[in-house]
């Protein structure tokens, strides 16, 4: 089973950049998919990047520019780097990974099986 570990969410004023990292644990599968996605109260869970086992990267377009998802294979850590952060950023951020099999990642949560337990990032005027 695949255990995914958020960190370095937190409070940054609007402008300000935010880097997420996800740490995973447990059978890795070939072929996958991660991403983020973010969350409000009350809301349905947004797509916000993905990135496959080639790298290749899809972005929604509200974040297009701003963010940046990347891994590192080796310590089997996902990032999301946050740039020119707005208020509108505010939001619960969650990893997650797909089992495989997706022919290109999708931005639809219901692809994805395992996900991290949320880091929060709130951004203020």
């Not at 740039?83 to 999708?106: I, P, R, V, W």
Request: with cysteine; aromatic share 10%.
């Amino acid at each position: 089973r695949v255990r995914l570990v958020e960190s370095g969410g937190g409070s940054v004023q609007a402008g300000g950049s935010v880097r997420l990292s996800c740490v995973a644990s447990g059978y890795h599968y070939s072929g996958y998919c991660m991403a983020w996605f973010r969350q409000l109260p009350g809301q349905v869970l947004e797509g916000v990047a993905v990135i496959d086992n080639n790298n290749v990267t899809t972005y929604a377009d509200s974040v297009k520019d701003r963010f940046t998802i990347s891994q590192d294979s080796a310590k089997l850590t996902l990032y999301l780097q946050m740039n020119s952060l707005k208020l509108e950023d505010t939001a619960m951020y969650y990893c997650t990974q797909d089992l495989g099999g997706q022919l290109s990642c999708s931005m639809s949560a219901m692809e994805y099986s395992y996900w991290g337990q949320g880091t929060q990032v709130t951004v203020s005027s």
